[in-house]
């Protein structure tokens, strides 16, 4: 079991995720605190319909990101936070707040990284005409969606997709891939070396490629 605290600015969806999976017993962690920096969020009614505590800083009431950023620690350590949850979370975070939960910071990205970080990484890779896209988890680092990579799931892009159809797929794939990253944090499972994150004693992936569009021709016979 592991305790957590999620950040949020939105909407909540990937909290909402997670809630889920925590009440279904799919998910070993308990929800300690949810902090949201926009007292407007929809994730606040949320954690409210759970009854899971919540605290609103909002960033403008504070002179710089630093003590902006040393009250969410405060509130965050009061309850006792063991890893911190970035889910739809607007902000980016400080030094100051990394050294104070080191690799303990998670964040979710729509896009494959590194490819396409940044705040429209999602439009941007529908934009360039991938066909393939999807969402990373990834620990926090001092770069903006440069941290190391825990997870990925991939969406195919198809011709008839719109960005929004894509989003919709994407979305899905992050409430499969966020709880599940957690869970491998809380069995202690995860061993960060370097910028390469392993998942020990968790089955490999299957050894099987996709393409987009789909192979049509045979395959060729190979010669003894």
Not at 20 to 32: N, S, V, W, Y
Not at 134 to 139: A, I
Not at 172 to 183: D, G, L, T
Request: hydrophobic share 40%.
């Amino acid at each position: 079991m592991v305790n957590v605290g999620i950040l949020v600015s939105g909407s909540g969806s990937n909290l909402q995720s997670i809630i889920d999976h925590i009440e279904q017993g799919c998910l070993d962690a308990k929800i300690q605190v949810v902090i949201s920096n926009n007292p407007d969020a929809y994730a606040l009614q949320r954690a409210r319909k759970h009854n899971l505590p919540s605290a609103v800083v909002r960033h403008q009431d504070y002179p710089n990101r630093e003590d902006f950023d040393r009250k969410m620690i405060d509130i965050l350590r009061v309850h006792n936070v063991e890893l911190v949850v970035m889910a739809g979370f607007m902000r980016v975070l400080t030094d100051l707040f990394l050294q104070a939960f080191p690799m303990r910071v998670m964040n979710i990205h729509p896009a494959l990284l590194p490819s396409f970080p940044g705040l429209h990484g999602q439009q941007n890779a529908f934009d360039y005409g991938v066909k393939f896209s999807g969402c990373t988890v990834h620990f926090a680092d001092s770069g903006v969606d440069m941290g190391p990579i825990i997870i990925q799931a991939v969406v195919p892009v198809y011709d008839d997709d719109t960005a929004d159809s894509l989003a919709e797929r994407i979305l899905k794939e992050e409430h499969r891939i966020y709880p599940q990253a957690i869970q491998l944090f809380s069995e202690g499972k995860l061993a960060v070396s370097g910028r390469k994150v392993r998942a020990e004693k968790h089955p490999k992936a299957p050894d099987k490629p996709i393409h987009n569009p789909p192979l049509l021709i045979r395959e060729l016979t190979r010669g003894s």
